[in-house]
């Protein structure tokens, strides 16, 4: 019975000193300007009746911007930009540029609630290429893709956003990550 104490004493004692030794990683993205432009961003994307100057018209009815795809080449998203396309539509409504002003339509329009944000830095990142067919109905087909190298990062990282429109409340769904090597983030890898 006493080597059970001992043995149990001597787990605990090799427990305790390991949590005093293990130190989480610093997170880098708290406090970030990453961080502030997500929250801009989740601010803009669950304004009430956001489709009525953020969404395209199809008929008689308004859907969310989509980004475009290659018809064609069914194995691959393939991006094909257009000046009404969602990423387009949404650097018209973050940047005061004269070039991303010149391809709003219908009511959107730059921002000034963006003035102060960084978003205006982000530009068209890397396309996601899942090796899934269209017809899966993967959430991030059709998806806008920014990105953002801050010179001034500590690690010298890229955010990226994805923002995928939907067919449901929210029209627009909110992904993001911080890469340090890789052109994609870990869960758009299929």
């Given at each position: 019975m006493l080597a059970g104490i001992m043995a149990i004493f001597e787990m605990s004692v090799a427990f305790n000193n390991q949590q005093i030794i293990s130190r989480p990683r610093n997170d880098?993205?708290?406090?970030?300007?990453?961080?502030?432009?997500?929250?801009?961003?989740?601010?803009?994307?669950?304004?009430?009746?956001?489709?009525?100057t953020f969404g395209e018209q199809v008929g008689s009815q308004t859907v969310p911007f989509r980004n475009f795809y290659?018809?064609?080449?069914?194995?691959?998203?393939?991006?094909?930009?257009?000046?009404?396309?969602?990423?387009s539509q949404l650097r018209c409504r973050v940047s005061p540029d004269a070039a991303d002003q010149a391809k709003c339509t219908g009511a959107n329009a730059y921002d000034n609630a963006f003035a102060a944000s960084q978003l205006s830095l982000y530009l068209p990142g890397v396309q996601t290429k899942l090796?899934?067919?269209?017809?899966d109905a993967s959430p991030l087909l059709g998806s806008c893709v920014l990105s953002f190298k801050d010179p001034a990062s500590v690690d010298a990282s890229t955010h990226r956003i994805l923002i995928a429109p939907s067919d449901t409340l929210p029209y627009y769904r909110l992904y993001s990550c911080y890469l340090s090597d890789d052109a994609v983030c870990d869960f758009e890898q299929g």
């Open positions: 880098f993205y708290l406090g970030s300007a990453a961080q502030a432009v997500d929250r801009d961003l989740m601010a803009f994307l669950s304004t009430p009746d956001l489709l009525l290659d018809a064609n080449n069914l194995d691959f998203y393939v991006y094909e930009p257009r000046d009404d396309d969602l990423c090796r899934r067919r269209l017809d």
